[in-house]
């Protein structure tokens, strides 16, 4: 059976069986385009619900209060609120318990499963009492056999904290083999396939929300496909956002597990700590996460309310550099505790940054820096402050910093690797020339831009290029699938000054543009060059990864030529493993 309702703003939802007993309620929200740290989202959103009836009843959470109107008639549809025995949690996070006080109010005895952290939130959210059960890895939910089907479902539970939120468990149906994981293996993809059919499709937007998401917790992640691997059979993985994985289940999980690895592969790793519910901590935490993940650097995300003592003292310690957030100053006896455990594990070679949580009570930035500089530790980035309500420009600046420290904590690995060529097969590699030109793109109010050398057309019809893009670039975060950007092609006896702009070490959060002559509003994609030779306006078709560049493949879709008569500038190296 299959339902549509539609609503305002292009919100849709979809009901649909997909198992035994096992019925979905996907939220369809076609237009959002940012999410969480502030990333792009290029094809919406969904948020998945979902209904088990065995002798008695589970939900496994719910939807977004924007979805209010709509998603509880739907629900009711299928079965009497009042009704309902469980509510499963998987977290907290708003967009999948926006509507847990509206069901509460229509089942004042359901019982609420979740983790012990996500309890605890909840009684901060909904603002009433309520019956709940705390589960951690192992323990069990029997519903019983559905009368019908003869099928017993049987909830197995695996703590997964920090995918992404410390609250997170997963619900192992064993008489499915539904396994139901909220934010891990999601993606941001609305569309009408409920199962991931077209997995060319989607590919892109599943690699763009691990990397945002799950790969600053690599090892979290690793910890979590060990219990998995515990696991019968998984038939399904029944993701929070997005698709659900059951066509192509292998490719999804083994993504996962390759990706994790290879970022867990590196001893050398940056903790960077937040509190969660606590100002903007989770969000600027990811951002800066995000931006050490571009580089070959490893980053492991700390939450310094729900990690016991042992194990931060443990992350905090083991790091090369700590980021740290400003913390209330009054804290509550549990995040004072975590404070000194923190304090007390820092050791004098770590590098060390501050960003402002800007929760509406910090102790001041300067304050908390002042101190970790009187522990001997060396600053990673300098303080970063928010001075309002964050915005886009400020996740940049957070990820751009993150990019920087990334940069210094591999900067030896870099090197060593810059003299491992053979000599005359270095030399052989650099006789390879590319022409001269700088990528802008700009997005709302982030913008960037990079000089590139490495960018060949790669298409007639219809016109297209390739461009290699570093990794680490700030730049590549503009360059997602269905991004705009503009390639500016210098001239060969006038871009000099251009090149040494555009070639300097921009701090965080930077104005790339300032003091250079633009053309706003002449191309889609971001400013236009006024000393350019010439212009394309391109949009992102492919992403293809290599081990440190993407290659991305992208249309043109506009462009002109200043000077007709003017050559395109040429460079030239004479090593082939470095710029």
């Not at 799950?214 to 019968?232: H, Y």
């Not at 090369?320 to 505790?337: C, G, K, N």
Request: hydrophobic share 40%; with cysteine; net charge negative.
């Amino acid at each position: 059976m299959s339902v549509a309702t539609a609503a305002p703003s292009r919100l849709s939802l979809q009901c649909e069986a997909i198992g035994p007993d096992t019925t979905t309620i996907r939220s369809l929200d076609w237009d959002r385009s940012r999410f969480d740290i502030e990333f792009g989202l290029r094809n919406g959103t969904t948020y998945n619900a979902f209904l088990v009836r065995g002798e008695r009843t589970a939900l496994v959470d719910t939807s977004h209060a924007k979805f209010r109107d709509t998603w509880l008639p739907l629900l009711a549809e299928q079965i009497d609120p009042a009704t309902i025995d469980h509510l499963i949690v998987s977290h907290t996070e708003p967009d999948h318990s926006g509507l847990i006080g509206d069901l509460l109010e229509l089942n004042p005895e359901i019982e609420i499963v979740a983790s012990k952290v996500a309890i605890a939130y909840l009684a901060d959210q909904v603002h009433r009492p309520f019956r709940s059960r705390a589960v951690k890895s192992g323990e069990e939910l029997d519903l019983g056999t559905n009368p019908e089907s003869g099928v017993q479902h049987r909830f197995e539970f695996l703590s997964a904290p920090n995918l992404h939120w410390p609250d997170t468990i997963f619900s192992f149906d064993h008489g499915t083999g539904i396994l139901y994981t909220c934010d891990a293996f999601g993606l941001h993809y609305c569309g009408d396939d409920v199962f991931d059919v077209d997995p060319g499709a989607i590919a892109p937007d599943f690699r763009f929300y691990y990397d945002c998401l799950m790969g600053p917790n690599a090892r979290s992640v690793l910890q979590a496909l060990k219990r998995m691997d515990a696991l019968p059979e998984i038939t399904t993985i029944a993701t929070g956002h997005g698709p659900l994985l059951r066509e192509h289940l292998n490719l999804w999980v083994g993504d996962y597990r390759d990706w994790s690895s290879q970022r867990s592969a590196n001893e050398t790793y940056a903790a960077v700590c937040y509190i969660s519910q606590y100002g903007f901590c989770d969000r600027l935490s990811q951002a800066i996460a995000r931006g050490i993940g571009k580089t070959e650097a490893e980053v492991q995300l700390v939450d310094l309310r729900a990690t016991d003592p042992q194990e931060l003292a443990a992350l905090v310690g083991g790091a090369a550099a700590v980021v740290v957030p400003t913390w209330p100053i009054s804290p509550d006896a549990d995040i004072q505790q975590s404070i000194g455990t923190l304090l007390a594990a820092l050791k004098a070679k770590q590098f060390v940054a501050v960003y402002d949580a800007y929760g509406g009570n910090d102790e001041p930035i300067d304050s908390i820096a002042t101190q970790l500089r009187g522990l001997g530790l060396k600053e990673a980035f300098s303080p970063l402050r928010v001075r309002q309500v964050p915005d886009a420009t400020d996740y940049q600046r957070g990820e751009e910093a993150g990019t920087d420290l990334g940069q210094l904590l591999t900067r030896d690995k870099t090197i060593a690797a810059m003299k491992s060529l053979d000599g005359d097969l270095d030399k052989a590699l650099g006789r390879i020339s590319g022409g001269l030109y700088i990528v802008t793109a700009q997005q709302e109010e982030r913008s960037s831009a990079m000089v590139a050398s490495w960018v060949n057309q790669a298409s007639f019809d219809p016109p297209g290029i390739s461009i290699a893009v570093a990794k680490d670039r700030a730049i590549e975060a503009l360059m997602q699938v269905g991004d705009r950007f503009v390639l500016n092609i210098l001239r060969e006896d006038n871009h000099q000054a251009l090149l040494r702009h555009f070639l300097k070490r921009f701090p965080p959060g930077a104005d790339r543009f300032a003091g250079v002559a633009t053309l706003e509003g002449a191309a889609a994609g971001g400013p236009v060059l006024s000393e350019a030779l010439a212009f394309l306006g391109c949009r992102v078709v492919q992403r293809m990864e290599g081990p440190d560049h993407w290659i991305i493949y992208a249309e043109v879709e506009e462009g002109t030529v200043a000077d007709s008569e003017a050559a395109t500038a040429v460079h030239h190296r004479k090593v082939g493993n470095h710029y």
